[in-house]
């Protein structure tokens, strides 16, 4: 166990480097406590599975530390770092039984037999794999088959950190959900550092208790998921979280003025500087109901998914989607909308004016 | 779910019904033909039954150079196999290495069989031959055209020359597709190389090992261009594997009949083992 801190850490793929996309992953620096369930969540190409596989030790950085306990450990190799790891698809050894397949890094590090019994044991309990113990690995199912390599991160009661590759990829979606259950529990049971790699905000906001959002290379924010869903820091937070995410709007920065569309509206912030090439407003969906006054739209459809109706409606510069009560009557034709101010945000080149 | 009955789908295996009898069945046909019947010639046969298969299946001869077969196949699949699986991943993943390498593996499949044998033949000359004339100077007693082991040691080598590269190519192949998460869960795990390659590669090669296996067993157990090109079956019958003395048999001293039942039982042990050692893969696969 132990904490995991990256400092100044860039890599790329490349030899050289021009430019900023070059580089897979820029300047990320993360302090990760011990025990803590976190996971790095962001579109596919993002750089997330790069930076996993820096800290397990597959990959060498290019530039940066990485630091378990405050001990620097770049030069480390995968064995010597003592991480487990879980792939995007199940890794198992074909030939061998479950049971050999979880004593596998046991016996690679010349445990006692007799403890590497009580061990498997002990995690096979756990994972609900005691009856199969003794079949081939590969006559089980797909979601079998990750609980099994799933198991061999757990077995190693000392390591120090358990990461996550996307590992519900192949999982049919009704044992995704009990498998996400059961890592949950895990973690509250073994208390170990977890990091949790995927584009799945649903399966990042469940298991985490700090999520980790990247953006082409770059850690965009860190927070709880009701941070991530309530103050989005970068645009791009804001509509990659949420479902439909968020709104986003050109405005004019006019002293401490913020306008949109012509109309002036009330932000959660002060503004105290406004020299950016790009400035936006940004408001959640489920912030915005319809006014007597405000901003000019018109309705252009009403779609309801049971629980809530998503009111699609275009304002002069841009569509603005809204969410609203099932039972709430939808105005037709031209209508004004009302943003929360707690929930509206400036922002200055993306990332938001604080 | 229920598939569709459609007897009328049988018509579409007609054209490689009509192909296959063409090339294959009808020709077979006439073995057979030879093989239950005398014929001293003018189109007149004689019914003979299972004469020449009793003839055969009694004969030192065929004893002999079945013997010989059998020793040829398992020396050239016990030195392949594991050379092959050997080079293979000893062979780059990646770079100007892998084309290279493939290319230069590949060469000796290209060559034509009885150029192998004529190549070797050249090559292994005790007096002009690169390799004949080196093993002698080096004061080894070589001479292929004379001593068996030397012909055997000559004929293997060319084989393990001309097929090797096949197994590479396919070992190669099978590597290639394991995807890298394998090796990165193993490094994870605490796998030594050996472990890696027992519980990984090997496992993982097993169908295409299985293909190769099959393959070079097929084509050994019916070599005859090289080794009839090389050494002719010498010295004496040394190196008369079954189709050499079956050729002997049939056109040397036109015993058409014995040659016909010889050639039948040969067929046969092929397909045998093929099937034998087919099924056993398959359960295999079947029951993990």
Redesign the interface.
């Known amino acids: 166990m132990a904490k995991v801190t990256l400092k100044g850490l860039s890599h790329s793929y490349l030899k050289t480097q021009s430019s900023d996309s070059d580089w897979a992953i820029r300047g990320v620096d993360i302090d990760w406590n011990d025990g803590g369930a976190y996971a790095l969540l962001g579109p596919s190409g993002c750089g997330k599975t790069t930076l996993l596989?820096i800290i397990?030790g597959?990959i060498t950085p290019t530039k940066g530390d990485i630091l378990f306990d405050d001990k620097v450990i770049s030069g480390l190799?995968?064995?010597e770092r003592n991480?487990?790891?879980i792939?995007?698809?199940p890794?198992i050894?074909?030939?061998?039984t479950v049971y050999d397949n979880l004593a596998?890094?046991l016996r690679?590090?010349n445990i006692p037999e007799e403890e590497i019994k009580a061990k498997v044991q002990e995690i096979a309990e756990m994972l609900e794999l005691s009856s199969t113990l003794n079949n081939?690995a590969?006559?089980l199912t797909a979601d079998g088959k990750q609980k099994i390599?799933l198991g061999?991160g757990l077995v190693r009661s000392d390591v120090n950190a358990i990461m996550f590759d996307e590992p519900l990829t192949v999982i049919d979606p009704h044992l995704k959900w009990i498998l996400r259950s059961k890592l949950k529990e895990l973690h509250q049971k073994i208390n170990r550092t977890m990091i949790y790699v995927t584009h799945d905000q649903t399966e990042a906001l469940t298991f985490a208790d700090q999520v980790v959002v990247m953006h082409e290379g770059q850690i965009v924010q860190t927070g709880t998921p009701v941070d991530l869903f309530e103050k989005p820091k970068h645009t791009f937070v804001g509509y990659f979280i949420g479902s439909p995410g968020m709104n986003v709007l050109p405005c004019q920065i006019k002293g401490n003025d913020v306008i949109v569309n012509g109309k002036k509206i009330e932000t959660h912030q002060q503004i105290k500087k406004s020299n950016f090439n790009k400035t936006e407003v940004g408001v959640r969906p489920e912030f915005i109901s319809f006014s007597n006054e405000g901003i000019p739209v018109k309705v252009l459809s009403v779609s309801n998914t049971g629980r809530h109706k998503i009111v699609d409606t275009e304002s002069e510069t841009g569509k603005i989607k809204i969410i609203a009560k099932s039972n709430e009557d939808i105005p037709s034709g031209s209508a004004f909308l009302k943003f929360k101010k707690e929930y509206t945000y400036t922002y200055g080149d993306s990332w938001i004016i604080e | 779910m229920n598939k569709t009955v459609n007897q009328k789908a049988w018509f579409f295996v007609i054209p490689v019904f009509v192909l296959v009898a063409f090339n294959a069945i009808i020709p077979l046909m006439t073995v057979v033909n030879y093989a239950f019947q005398e014929t001293f010639g003018n189109n007149v046969f004689m019914w003979e039954g299972t004469r020449w298969f009793k003839q055969i299946m009694l004969s030192e001869r065929f004893h002999a150079s079945l013997g010989r077969q059998f020793l040829f196949t398992f020396i050239i699949l016990f030195i392949q196999i594991p050379l092959g699986i050997a080079i293979a991943l000893t062979m780059p993943k990646e770079g100007i290495g892998v084309p290279v390498c493939l290319v230069l593996m590949s060469m000796p499949l290209l060559i034509p069989w009885n150029v192998v044998g004529a190549m070797w033949n050249i090559f292994a000359l005790p007096d002009i031959g690169f390799l004949g004339h080196s093993l002698n100077a080096l004061g080894f007693d070589y001479n292929f055209t004379q001593q068996i082991g030397d012909a055997w040691f000559t004929t293997i080598l060319m084989d393990v020359w001309h097929w090797t590269s096949l197994v590479v190519l396919l070992s190669y192949a099978g590597l290639r597709s394991i995807q890298p998460a394998y090796y990165q869960a193993a490094e994870i795990d605490g796998a030594s190389r050996w472990a890696i390659f027992t519980k990984i590669e090997l496992p993982k090669m097993k169908k295409v090992l299985t293909i190769a296996i099959l393959l070079r067993f097929m084509d050994s157990f019916m070599i005859y261009t090289e080794p009839f090109v090389l050494t002719g079956g010498g010295p004496g019958n040394a190196t008369a594997f079954l189709s050499i003395d079956l050729v002997k048999m049939a056109l040397g001293q036109f015993d058409l009949g014995p040659a016909a039942a010889m050639s039948l039982i040969y067929f046969f042990i092929v397909l045998l083992v093929c099937w034998v050692f087919y099924t056993l893969m398959m359960r295999n696969e079947e029951k993990s």
């Open positions: 596989n397990s597959l190799s995968p064995v991480i487990a790891q792939f995007q698809f890794v050894y074909d030939t061998m596998f890094p690679n590090r081939r590969s006559g390599s061999r």
